[in-house]
């Protein structure tokens, strides 16, 4: 696993203030946020386990990770969108009293379906390309990498062969 870190102030504050407008919210669920340096997801999202609710003294804790390289790509939109779909997921069973984060695929585009702007426009057609936008920004930062690993590999390789050389002469 990537190590964490701290999240970026600006970073968080969009989280936040995204978070302070939802349900979950205003009942008293915590969100703690903090960053990864590689994951195959921009934003992930989990419930914190009894242990570490027991650790930190609060209940009702959701973790959230961000990776920051591909959310820092996106625009403000995107990321307001992304974050919306992520906590339409999040519900709270008030017979249990548990917090549940539904796990089925594709249920954020089924929630976003009837989410709307100020104007009352869907979010729906905008998500998709959201989605779409974040899996090819991931891609693009595991290309970068790939190629950047393969130029250091060519560059150890020219100096291992210039030292050759230099020691032939």
Not at 16 to 28: K, S, V
Not at 81 to 95: A, K, Q
Not at 111 to 116: I, Y
């Amino acid at each position: 696993m990537a190590k964490l870190s701290k999240t970026n102030e600006d970073v968080f504050k969009t989280i936040m203030n995204e978070w302070g407008n939802t349900q979950m919210a205003l009942i008293g669920v915590n969100l703690k946020v903090m960053s990864t340096s590689k994951s195959k997801q921009i934003l992930k999202l989990s419930k914190a386990s009894k242990t570490t609710e027991y650790l930190i003294r609060e209940e009702d804790v959701l973790t959230l990770v961000v990776y920051e390289e591909a959310w820092d790509r996106l625009t403000e939109l995107q990321q307001i969108l992304l974050l919306r779909g992520l906590f339409s997921l999040v519900s709270y069973d008030t017979e249990k009293k548990r917090l549940n984060i539904d796990t089925r695929p594709h249920q954020d585009l089924f929630n976003m379906r009837h989410a709307k702007d100020a104007n009352g426009n869907e979010y729906l057609d905008k998500y998709d390309e959201v989605l779409e936008c974040a899996s090819l920004v991931i891609e693009s930062i595991e290309e970068e990498e790939r190629q950047r690993k393969e130029e250091e590999k060519e560059m150890k390789r020219a100096a291992k062969e210039a030292k050759k050389a230099a020691k032939g002469n």
